[in-house]
């Protein structure tokens, strides 16, 4: 039987960025920390995201010359969130973020990568940033981890991977995706998958560690360098208060109940709510049961740290515009029985594809931000239907781009039709028969798009308008990168369902990361950050990365004020 108590300045409940940024942080500045992670692998929701995360300023933007004006932030994010702007909580984002950035190159295995080429997703809105906002964990060799923290690094979304290799979006993403068209595209990805099998003949996992999994991978060397210890499968089942204080964490573990004492205090960041179906029922529009949603969260995240905050007196905020972070997915039946979720991120973007409702018409820019295009589906769909859309393309869009879980040229991929993931149909009404989509609608529909898509038009809803549209577009399709026809068939379609990266309503918090209870006062000791603590963009999507990046951030306030307690 183990030891039933242990003495530690800070105990951070979740293992994801929020969670081991407020880890390393702490560490670093001499605090004796423990991280607890209920799944049986580290990284959380991180691990399996694209890794990307919005940090305006940051040094390397200022490093290409992109140097802003924070108030040029401020203005876009003002317009943006409107009466939910909470400015001490954004200026302490926007000023503590950059330096965040600066303090892990400096002193971690932390590098970053610059996305100076990324636009914010609404350009029309004043303030939008056309590049420099968005920083991404440089890729990391896996080889380079102990060997047991290697066996706990929770290994990349199999439904974004290519034979369970990580792809990063850009130059990487781009060679798989012309691959059978361009000799430096063929060597490349023969270059990785080569080295990939072999990584998985030897270790049985992806070793070139990219997106997500990186950013982990990185933040757990770092851990392990400062001496941070991490358990996994330890659930924290109730915290431990003395008098107004939270003191500390008792965690449920293979070996039974162990008290983890904290003297500087508890970080809550267990990942939010995404698979606590009673609180889903409560709060998402379109879901009366709590069942109708397929989150791409691990469902080890299922509000925790929301129901231990709560416990000693903190409070959930559910004022926000939307209590979830949505994104479009399509639900991927595998030979097992069970069903995986794939995120519809880049594939909208592209030429070729549009997106319609049970009517056969369409509802949104397709090529706008994931979280806009489930937002405009959930205002357009009536509360008595399924909450549901389909994405129609043709056989060129399939074989040029993929489609969801079906890869382009030359990856076959009718065995998915088989399996009922991908409707198919010689002509526009054949598709709609098999999608249950209105026949007269459909065809109207696709008659109107193309009429103006010949030539690279969108007056309808105007994809390709703007730079975030461009971006993930193709860039060799002109005139409009993200604008082509559907006139030649076959015609495929997948149907599209609420999912989400994680959720927004989350714990209360001030400007330090600090859990404030009923009457707006701190919590001594409790802190949350990432999708424990209430989304500082109101439950807005102004950019992509405005989850981690706001993580990272005050994980990293979180850490700085434990351990300032700690030298007071």
Not at 7 to 21: E, K, R
Not at 309 to 331: K, Q
Request: proline content about 7%; charged content about 20%.
């Amino acid at each position: 039987m183990a030891d039933t108590q242990h003495d530690y300045d800070l105990v951070v409940v979740g293992s994801g960025a929020a969670g081991m940024s407020a880890a390393v942080t702490a560490a670093w500045h001499g605090l004796k920390v423990v991280v607890v992670e209920k799944a049986d692998g580290l990284g959380g929701a991180t691990a399996w995201s694209g890794g990307w995360m919005w940090i305006p300023l940051n040094p390397l933007a200022k490093a290409a010359g992109i140097d802003e004006d924070p108030e040029t932030v401020r203005t876009y994010l003002r317009h943006e969130l409107g009466e939910r702007y909470d400015p001490a909580r954004i200026d302490a984002f926007l000023d503590t973020a950059p330096r965040m950035v600066a303090f892990f190159h400096d002193n971690t295995a932390l590098r970053f990568a610059d996305g100076n080429a990324i636009a914010d997703i609404h350009g029309d809105t004043p303030g939008a940033g056309t590049g420099g906002r968005s920083v991404i964990a440089a890729p990391f060799d896996g080889h380079q981890l102990d060997r047991r923290t290697l066996k706990k690094l929770r290994k990349t979304m199999p439904e974004t991977a290519f034979l369970g290799m990580p792809i990063q979006a850009g130059p990487d993403l781009m060679a798989f995706l012309t691959v059978t068209r361009s000799l430096k595209s063929f060597l490349h990805v023969t270059k990785r998958l080569t080295r990939h099998l072999v990584d998985l003949a030897r270790y049985g996992r992806a070793m070139q560690l990219v997106n997500g999994v990186a950013l982990t991978g990185r933040l757990a060397k770092s851990a392990d360098a400062l001496g941070v210890q991490t358990w996994v499968s330890s659930p924290a089942r109730r915290l431990i208060q003395e008098g107004e204080r939270v003191t500390g964490v008792v965690v449920e573990t293979p070996d039974g109940e162990i008290t983890l004492n904290a003297r500087r205090g508890v970080v809550l960041a267990a990942g939010g709510f995404p698979w606590d179906v009673a609180r889903r029922r409560e709060l998402f529009p379109h879901t009366p049961t709590g069942e109708e949603h397929w989150p791409l969260p691990p469902s080890s995240a299922s509000g925790d740290g929301l129901r231990l905050g709560e416990a000693v007196g903190g409070e959930v905020d559910t004022s926000l515009y939307s209590p979830v972070a949505w994104a479009p997915v399509s639900r991927v039946p595998y030979q097992d029985g069970h069903v995986g979720h794939f995120p519809h991120i880049i594939d909208r973007a592209k030429p070729g594809i549009i997106g319609v409702l049970k009517s056969g018409q369409r509802f949104v820019n397709e090529a706008g931000g994931y979280y806009d295009y489930v937002d405009a589906m959930v205002k357009a769909v009536p509360e008595d239907e399924e909450l549901c859309s389909w994405l129609v393309c043709s056989h060129r869009f399939q074989r040029r781009y993929g489609l969801g879980i079906t890869r382009p040229a030359p990856v076959p991929f009718r065995h998915w039709i088989k399996k009922g993931y991908l409707k198919a149909g010689k002509t526009v009404e054949e598709l709609a028969r098999h999608c249950g989509i209105d026949l007269e609608g459909l065809k109207r529909t696709v008659e109107d798009y193309n009429a103006h898509a010949r030539q690279g038009e969108d007056p309808a809803y105007g994809r390709g308008s703007t730079p975030y549209n461009r971006k993930n577009g193709d860039p060799a399709h002109r005139p409009n990168p993200c604008v082509a026809p559907l006139d030649e068939g076959p015609f495929y379609a997948v149907k599209i369902v609420p999912g989400c990266f994680g959720t927004f309503a989350g714990l209360k918090t001030n400007e330090h990361a600090q859990v404030l209870d009923g009457e707006g006062h701190p919590i001594t000791g409790l802190y949350a950050a990432g999708t424990d603590m209430a989304s500082i963009m109101g439950g807005y999507y102004p950019a992509g990365g405005i989850n981690l990046g706001p993580a990272m951030t005050f994980g990293h306030i979180a850490g700085l004020h434990a351990a300032e307690e700690h030298s007071a």
